[in-house]
């Protein structure tokens, strides 16, 4: 069964603190996808990868980074956090050639910036 | 840009009724359509996939219909039951997207027994 994995289900961090997030994935898939949920706006797209160390920019990109070192790992990283970011951010992977198979999440980040 | 819509934003249904969740979208050009659902404070869980060649895909109690020329897509979950009480989402493929999914806001489905 794919697991995608976050590093925190919970996190606090300060205004202008730099936040990462992190996600791994154990089913080599080649996509990796960074949302994030707020309620009334559902999931939008920060950023997405379909490589090592290859991203494309989503809806939201601003204020946000990410990295991809290893084909299992993709990090989101806030580059200096503000209030606006406080959100939960929701990883997924999936294949590049099987489009009709389903995204895989993990289990969310609730990140709280104060 | 590809806009998707769910109505309505929240639902209550007493237990053993039949629910029915609408999603519509505003590009008929998609690969697919899925279905998930969503539980209090956690990940997606994927429960149906539609391709766009498809007119629907069942799993068990879950019958999900899609009308591609019209934009829209149906979740049909029979005889519901109180752990069907969560928020569903539904969300699209396009066809230039790279497997990016474009999401609604979701329904929030209450059961009540």
């Known amino acids: 069964d794919v697991k995608v994995t976050q590093s925190s289900r919970y996190l606090v961090k300060r205004t202008g603190e730099k936040v990462f997030l992190e996600c791994v994935q154990d089913m080599d898939h080649e996509n990796m996808f960074w949302y994030r949920q707020d309620p009334g706006l559902g999931l939008r797209l920060i950023y997405f990868s379909y490589d090592v160390k290859m991203k494309e920019k989503g809806d939201i990109p601003e204020g946000y980074s990410v990295s991809r070192e290893k084909k299992e790992r993709f990090s989101l990283i806030l580059e200096s956090a503000s209030t606006n970011q406080t959100s939960m951010y929701l990883c997924a992977s999936s294949f590049v050639q099987e489009i009709q198979q389903p995204q895989h999440f993990g289990d969310g980040t609730r990140l709280s910036i104060l | 840009k590809q806009e998707v819509t769910q109505i309505p934003a929240a639902l209550s249904v007493p237990e053993g009724e039949n629910l029915v969740l609408n999603c519509s979208f505003t590009?008929?050009?998609?690969?697919?359509l899925q279905w998930f659902r969503q539980d209090p404070g956690k990940g997606l869980t994927s429960l149906l996939l539609i391709q766009s060649s498809q007119r629907e895909q069942t799993s068990g109690r879950l019958n999900a219909s899609l009308d591609k020329s019209s934009g829209r897509s149906t979740l049909y979950i029979a005889a519901s039951q109180p752990g069907d009480s969560a928020t569903y989402l539904c969300a699209v493929t396009t066809t230039d997207s790279w497997g990016k999914l474009q999401f609604g806001a979701g329904t929030q489905v209450v059961v009540t027994p």
């Open positions: 590009d008929s050009a998609i690969y697919n």
